[in-house]
């Protein structure tokens, strides 16, 4: 599977952008697919997550939407209301189905997209 990240840039605070995954090998369609980013200078930490579920981090809740378009084999992740904090490469990651394996875990991910960056400013 090989995961194309696009749809980041530069945007003001109170803005909004989506971001694309597009994956491309096989389809993802029971994949867990989520987003990570990694502000410079910071861990890379979880997004948002699909399949099985949909989860958030506490930080992009009510802001930012991931959804899934199965057909073009693509995850959307709209973010809304975004803040300088926003800033950073967001990654999109998929891995096989795995319940039991916390949607936190980076290394819980098989594949990754390149990142696409996301600049918030003040």
């Known amino acids: 599977v090989q995961l194309q990240a696009s749809g980041g840039g530069l945007v003001q605070a109170g803005g909004s952008l989506r971001l694309s995954c597009a994956a491309s090998g096989r389809s993802i369609n029971n994949y867990h697919i989520s987003w990570f980013r990694q502000a410079p200078g910071k861990e890379r930490e979880f997004v948002a997550a699909?399949?099985?579920?949909?989860l958030y981090a506490d930080s992009v809740k009510g802001r930012f939407t991931i959804s899934r378009d199965n057909a073009r084999y693509t995850v959307y992740l709209q973010m809304n209301s975004l803040k300088p904090e926003d800033t950073a490469v967001y990654y999109c990651?998929?891995?096989?189905?795995?319940?039991?394996?916390?949607?936190?875990?980076?290394?819980?991910?098989?594949?990754w997209g390149q990142g696409t960056l996301v600049t918030v400013s003040s």
């Open positions: 699909s399949g099985g579920t949909t």
């Open positions: 990651a998929a891995r096989a189905p795995a319940y039991s394996v916390s949607y936190y875990r980076i290394a819980s991910y098989k594949y």
